[in-house]
């Protein structure tokens, strides 16, 4: 009990000593010249969502034509009609996460106005916009058994799930493309 309270005591010495926030001293913000602008942006380049929103639709397209393809090889689907429908269904769920992330790419892209609370009202407005994209995907999947003739549940959410992890993979790979390549070394 007595190393307890040993610390609860340090604790509260500890958090005496640093102060508090209104304590603090306000640091002075310096401007950028047009060139040390240049520079920063250089270092810190930005992507685009669009660029993560095609590799999600890609990689939807490529996991229905090699479901499609592979189950026509392989004898797992009997028919063309067959393959087509699971082929469709895979297609549509990854839809699911495309069509509903192109319309949050697109909303978050237009510029906000600059003013002092635009930082909260960006922040409001991905909150409502994301909560738009997650309703579509559901009313999208809702609607699967009326828009997809075959439906098949398996492949639709195998399609979603492509299309969701398809979203890291692309950001591992635009963080690849957009970090400065170390200089190497001359070979011996």
Known sequence: MQKLTNHAKNEGERRESQGSWDDAEEVESQSLSAEEARLWRQRHPVTSPWRI???QAVAGMLAAVLTGWIGLVSGWIDSGGEALSIAG?????????VLPAALLA??????????AGAAGVSLL???????????LAVAMMAAAPWLVPGLSWLALVGGLVVA??????????EMRRMSPKAPTAPKV
Do not use: D, Q
Not at 89 to 97: E, K, M, P
Not at 108 to 113: E, H, I, K, L
Not at 164 to 173: D, E, N, R, Y
């Open 53 to 55: 929103v095609a590799w």
């Open 106 to 115: 697109r909303v978050m892209s237009r510029p906000v106005a600059r003013h």
């Open 89 to 97: 269904s895979v297609l549509y769920g990854a839809g699911a996460v």
């Open 125 to 135: 407005r991905f909150f409502v916009w994301e909560l738009v994209k997650l309703a």
């Open 164 to 173: 969701m992890k398809a979203h890291g993979v692309a950001a591992w790979f």
